[in-house]
């Protein structure tokens, strides 16, 4: 069990965030500990179909349409989007679950789907024993502020400059 959780936030324009979250939750699951992940804007990922062989460990959530939010985003993509953080908050407070991730949620929050304001009162309310992550790039400052770690992932090259697309089981 974990006496003392703390709140990561792994940001930045660079490839690796929800890969550095999924590390996470491998060693958590290694050492016995329970995992709920909350994936906004995603719909379907290979890292779903993994977590299924340990149905007793590790629950996850999909709050997101598949579509790209662009301009003004969707009531749907809203209401799903505020149901995975009320789900989310509901998980980090139940004391089934060691680590909750929520995977994109700053960009649900950049995008409007979710308030800032909303993270930063779970990142407060977060109890003693849950580690808590927060992915997606553009962390907004109040985010960064209340984190105990905050990792900038930097994109320096990236074969998608190439038009090479994602493709599964690396990038999704």
């Known amino acids: 069990m974990i006496k003392k959780g703390y709140v990561h936030v792994y940001t930045g324009n660079g490839k ?6 999924l590390g996470l939750a491998i060693r958590a699951l290694g050492a016995g500990l329970n995992v709920f992940m909350a994936q ?3 719909s379907g990922s290979s890292e779903l179909i993994a977590f299924k062989r340990f149905p007793e460990q590790v ?8 579509r790209f939010v662009r301009g003004k985003p969707a009531e749907e993509d809203i209401s799903m989007a505020r149901l995975g953080l009320k789900e989310a908050a509901e998980a980090l407070c139940s004391g089934q679950y060691q680590l909750v991730i929520l995977d994109e949620a700053n960009v649900a929050a950049s995008y409007g789907l979710i308030e800032t304001k909303n993270l930063v009162e779970l990142i407060e309310t977060k109890p003693n024993g849950v580690e808590l992550v927060i992915t997606g790039r553009g962390a907004d400052q109040q985010v960064i502020d209340k984190a105990d770690l905050v990792t900038e992932m930097r994109e320096i090259k990236h074969y998608y400059q190439n038009a090479v697309k994602a493709r599964t089981g690396i990038e999704k």
Do not use: E, P
């Open 16 to 21: 690796g965030k929800t890969t550095a979250a």
């Open 40 to 42: 906004f804007l995603k």
């Open 59 to 66: 629950s996850t959530r999909q709050y997101g349409s598949g």
